[in-house]
């Protein structure tokens, strides 16, 4: 399943609901400009709650942040 999903998650056997996740999470995370409230409208036809939407915005946006974080200071990875 890792596999499929580092591979391209649209052609992994993953439910509609956890495709619309990633959906919304590579539009926020690529692409954070064109977010529209169609996006969450997606998320809420494929069976989350608000406060599940809040979550995965969240936990995105805080993952980009990061990383731009890290980037923008020349922060190497540990090599584990």
Do not use: C
């Not at 619309?20 to 969450?40: C, E, G, N, R």
């Not at 599940?52 to 974080?69: G, K, M, P, T, W």
């Amino acid at each position: 399943m890792v596999d499929q999903l580092k591979d391209d998650y649209k052609k992994a056997d993953i439910t509609n609901k956890e495709k619309a996740m990633l959906d919304y999470s590579y539009k926020l995370t690529l692409f954070p400009w064109d977010m529209k409230k169609s996006d969450v409208d997606d998320l809420k036809k494929a069976g989350f709650f608000d406060r599940e939407i809040l979550d995965i915005n969240q936990i995105v946006s805080y993952y980009a942040y990061v990383n731009r974080l890290a980037d923008g200071l020349g922060v190497e990875l540990e090599n584990i």
